[in-house]
């Protein structure tokens, strides 16, 4: 089964974009084991680099740069779902 990422960018005028990404499991970690791992590695238990872990990043174009680049994970709005191949 693959693993969806779903994610939320977040701006210092709190407009927000909605992001999602399909992952392969070839080793079928469990979702909460994978939710987990996230988890140690967000900065201050909320945010990440989506451009150093190599997902997308949801700027908005009219205001890259002006903004702050970590990209926001809050419990509802980050998420995994197994999803079909």
């Not at 190599?54 to 509802?76: A, H, N």
């Amino acid at each position: 089964m693959n693993i969806r990422f779903s994610y939320l960018y977040c701006d210092a005028g709190n407009f927000k974009n909605f992001g999602e990404v399909v992952f392969a499991n070839p080793n079928n970690l469990p979702l909460e084991e994978l939710s987990a791992k996230v988890k140690q590695a967000l900065l201050d238990g909320m945010f990440f680099d989506a451009y150093a872990v190599g997902v997308p990043e949801l700027f908005f174009d009219d205001y890259r740069g002006k903004s702050s680049r970590l990209t926001m994970c809050k419990k509802q709005q980050n998420k995994f779902q197994t999803v079909l191949a």
